[in-house]
């Protein structure tokens, strides 16, 4: 299970102070992964809290995530920081997202690529802190022990499989919801 929830309304506040206790000695800097929807939505931003040194970067979330993606993201993290300097993954959006923050850390945590991972129970240690903020409902990335990504060169869709894929924290704003566009909040 998630061990620590925050919920309600205007709860998304919270995360500048859950992220700064994060902070320990060189362990300063913290990644966010957000749902590219959000690039256009600055205000969602500058409630995150970022710091000049922290990461962000919006996720592509028109097509699944492949193990090559994350690769991707995971080798330009560890190419700029030493990954012992991150302190934790935030993902904001939805399942996509949400996958692709929980592959990250695991990445993080284990070394290697994505697709050394997927399977059941192959992660050896735990990622960095996780803190998931779902902005859709019904997706269930939030709250489950995998990360769903599929494999291009062998056509698999499969996840990584571990308790160490459960998110740290989750933060439940309702307020998020809201710039849903209606089509999509209908069917979520």
């Given at each position: 299970n998630v061990g620590h929830y925050t919920f309600g309304e205007g709860s998304l506040s919270v995360l500048p102070s859950v992220v700064?206790?994060?902070?320990?000695?060189?362990?300063?800097?913290?990644?966010?992964?957000?749902?590219?929807?959000?690039?256009?939505?600055?205000?969602?931003v500058d409630q995150l809290g970022a710091e000049s040194q922290d990461r962000?970067?919006?996720?592509?979330?028109?097509t699944e995530p492949t193990t090559n993606y994350i690769d991707g993201i995971y080798n330009e993290l560890i190419n700029e920081i030493d990954p012992a300097k991150y302190?934790?993954?935030?993902?904001?959006?939805?399942?996509?997202?949400?996958?692709?923050?929980?592959a990250i850390s695991n990445l993080l945590g284990n070394g290697g690529r994505a697709s050394d991972y997927q399977g059941w129970?192959?992660?050896?240690?735990?990622?960095?802190?996780?803190?998931?903020?779902?902005?859709?409902?019904?997706?269930?990335?939030?709250?489950?022990?995998?990360?769903?990504?599929?494999?291009?060169n062998t056509g698999a869709k499969m996840g990584m499989n571990s308790d160490y894929s459960i998110y740290d924290q989750l933060i439940l704003d309702p307020n998020l919801t809201l710039s849903v566009p209606r089509e999509q909040y209908f069917y979520t």
């Amino acid at each position: 299970n998630v061990g620590h929830y925050t919920f309600g309304e205007g709860s998304l506040s919270v995360l500048p102070s859950v992220v700064q206790k994060k902070r320990l000695g060189p362990a300063q800097h913290v990644i966010y992964l957000v749902d590219e929807y959000f690039r256009e939505n600055g205000s969602i931003v500058d409630q995150l809290g970022a710091e000049s040194q922290d990461r962000l970067i919006h996720v592509v979330t028109d097509t699944e995530p492949t193990t090559n993606y994350i690769d991707g993201i995971y080798n330009e993290l560890i190419n700029e920081i030493d990954p012992a300097k991150y302190s934790a993954v935030v993902g904001i959006g939805g399942g996509i997202t949400l996958d692709t923050a929980k592959a990250i850390s695991n990445l993080l945590g284990n070394g290697g690529r994505a697709s050394d991972y997927q399977g059941w129970d192959l992660l050896e240690m735990p990622g960095i802190y996780k803190i998931g903020i779902p902005t859709l409902s019904g997706t269930g990335a939030e709250a489950t022990r995998t990360c769903v990504m599929t494999n291009p060169n062998t056509g698999a869709k499969m996840g990584m499989n571990s308790d160490y894929s459960i998110y740290d924290q989750l933060i439940l704003d309702p307020n998020l919801t809201l710039s849903v566009p209606r089509e999509q909040y209908f069917y979520t």
